[in-house]
């Protein structure tokens, strides 16, 4: 499959390992935040999203942290695993409860066995 | 149960020529976006459909775009006179409900267009 990026930020982690992805989001104003996993060759795929009001979230395996202080976001993966392998994005909404998605610019993850 | 699809998956025209790119959301989704991915780059809005309503189209990039979606399903993003910057991947993104915080944008496998 094509590369999605290919001179993006790369994490490199070992397997079973746990992994943490940063993201400075550009608009105080902004109330909604994703992080998004995007394979080669697929679009992207929702993991999860957080809203302003909260400062921390947890799903299956990740938790995503906001520090609307500093406009940053994390996404933390626990016992990363190969199929994790990918590219992450953040998205934020630009505020006034918006539809309209404001990506990042992307990190690669890249799970060594 | 089938997903958000995109077509042609690929689509390589010279310099000049005129496209369409096709995407079926997902049946009974409202909400319909596109998104245009450059190498190396997070998605970037393009436009957004309520139904047939283009309720936003501040994304576009020139008036060489044009999206449609007549009959509040299918949609089809239409660029003329595609020039090399066109190049980019063309993502479809669609939800349950009018557009609403919080709601999730499924997102297509996208069309890679290359203009030579």
């Known amino acids: 499959g094509e590369s999605v990026g290919l001179h993006l930020p790369t994490l490199s982690v070992q397997e079973g390992d746990n992994s943490i992805i940063n993201c400075a989001y550009s608009?105080?104003?902004?109330?909604?935040f994703i992080w998004y996993k995007q394979e080669s060759g697929k679009g992207p795929q929702f993991i999860i999203d957080?809203?302003?009001?909260?400062d921390k979230r947890q799903g299956q395996r990740v938790t995503v942290l906001l520090n609307k202080t500093v406009k940053h976001l994390s996404l933390q993966i626990a016992a990363t695993q190969p199929g994790d392998s990918a590219v992450y994005f953040c998205?934020?909404?630009?505020?006034?409860?918006?539809?309209?998605?404001?990506f990042g610019s992307g990190t690669r993850l890249l799970v060594r066995p | 149960g089938a997903g958000v699809s995109q077509s042609p998956r690929y689509k390589v025209a010279k310099r000049g020529q005129d496209v369409a790119l096709r995407c079926d959301p997902i049946?009974?989704?409202?909400?319909l976006f596109w998104y245009q991915q450059a190498l190396g780059q997070g998605p970037e809005f393009l436009t957004y459909?309520?139904?047939?309503?283009?309720?936003?189209k501040s994304g576009l990039p020139s008036d060489r775009f044009f999206a449609e979606r007549p009959e509040g399903s299918v949609s089809t993003l239409k660029i003329q006179r595609t020039q090399q910057e066109d190049s980019a991947v063309y993502l479809c993104a669609s939800s349950l409900s009018p557009g609403t915080v919080g709601l999730e944008q499924y997102f297509g496998p996208g069309t890679r267009l290359t203009v030579t």
């Open positions: 459909f309520q139904n047939e309503a283009q309720l936003d």
């Open positions: 049946s009974g989704h409202v909400s």
């Open positions: 998205a934020e909404n630009g505020g006034d409860s918006s539809y309209k998605l404001i």
């Open positions: 608009n105080s104003a902004s109330d909604y």
């Open positions: 957080i809203r302003s009001n909260m």
